[in-house]
């Protein structure tokens, strides 16, 4: 590691990650909206009609990206967190709270629209089985993450304190990925692998990783948005922060 | 996928309430989620700057 071009270990300061970070939303925004209005095109316009579940599908374009989202976003903010615990790091706990709100949004999201999906599908909006259940835990981990670190008024305490919460739930995203297989569940089995073709029509496959890669953009552009207003709520007592909020008068 | 109509296209095949109970909410959070975000950073640049009068009027008043 003789002289880098760039020095990457540079943005781990708040002060250096904070424009770059706003340089870099926008693009990551934009790349969802691009992403988004194709894949709605396909899902609406140029998906066909499912010979089982007729229009109902169609919220496959919506409810998987969430779904996946959630459980993405978890492990990248533990991931984050473990990191900030390790290294004491300010700005990967930043990172990390940056994180939560928008995964527990997708959590949240990945529940209300398949409950939606199965009314009609199973005749039913909810049930007990491994997949809802884990997913609905999944959602109660982001909700505590956030609760606990609201809770303690010192932020490097906080973010310990979130860090060991994040990490024990790890294990969470595993059961709801493996859920569908171990257990006999009412949700269905993975059409979708990593070692074999998808077992849904080639257009619906293409619509939804679309819609998931615009979901995944705009959580990163959001996050970046979001850990922004961290840094400025968290180095308030910085000088540099001082005069930007001055230059902003 | 070609719909006979529009009003085909809302009806959702019957599933209307569903499909669209789905992409209504989806599409309300993820526009909702970047105003909250914008009122989070308006917020934190305020405390900064009334921090900063308070600061500069305890300066005065020390000096003073």
Redesign the interface.
């Known amino acids: 590691m003789s002289r880098p071009i760039v020095n990457w270990f540079r943005f781990s300061s708040p002060q250096a990650f904070y424009p770059l970070a706003g340089t870099l939303a926008p693009w990551f925004a934009a790349a969802a909206a691009l992403l988004a209005a194709t894949g709605l095109y396909i899902a ?6 499912d010979f089982q579940q ?3 599908y ?2 496959i374009f ?2 998987v990206p ?1 779904s996946w989202m959630s459980m993405f976003i978890y492990v990248v903010m533990a991931g984050w967190a473990g990191l900030g615990l390790v290294l004491n790091s300010r700005l990967s706990g930043m990172m990390a709270s940056a994180l939560a ?2 995964g527990a ?1 997708f959590a ?2 990945s529940l ?2 398949g409950a ?2 199965g ?2 599908t199973w005749g039913t909006y909810w049930v007990w089985d491994a997949r809802l259940t884990s997913e609905l835990i999944l959602l109660f981990l982001y909700l505590g993450f956030m609760a606990l670190q609201a809770a303690i008024d010192d932020a490097r305490r906080a973010d310990k304190a979130g860090a060991v919460l994040a990490l024990v739930g790890v294990v969470n995203i595993p059961i709801i990925y493996f859920s569908v297989q171990w257990w006999n569940t009412l949700h269905q089995g993975a059409s979708v692998s990593l070692t074999r073709a998808p077992t849904m029509a080639a257009i619906m496959f293409t619509g939804m990783i679309v819609m998931v890669f615009a979901f995944w953009m ?1 959580a990163i552009a ?1 996050s970046l ?2 850990v ?2 961290i840094i ?2 968290r180095e ?1 007592h910085a000088g540099w ?2 005069e ?3 230059g ?2 | ?1 070609s ?1 006979a109509s529009a009003t085909e ?1 809302f009806a ?4 209307a ?3 669209w ?3 209504a ?2 599409a309300l ?2 526009l909702v ?2 105003l909250l ?2 009122a ?2 308006r917020r ?2 305020e ?3 009334r ?2 009068v308070s600061a500069t009027r305890v300066k005065h008043e020390a000096a003073a």
């Open positions: 609406f316009f140029v998906a066909p009609t007729g229009e109902a169609r919220i919506v409810h969430a709100p928008t949004m949240f999201l209300w629209t939606l999906w009314r009609p705009y959001v948005a979001r922004r207003a400025l709520e308030r922060v001082l930007l909020a001055e902003r008068a | 996928m719909w296209f959702m095949g019957g599933y309430p569903f499909v109970g789905s992409f909410v989806t959070c993820i989620e970047p975000i914008r989070r950073r934190a640049l405390a900064l700057k921090a900063a």
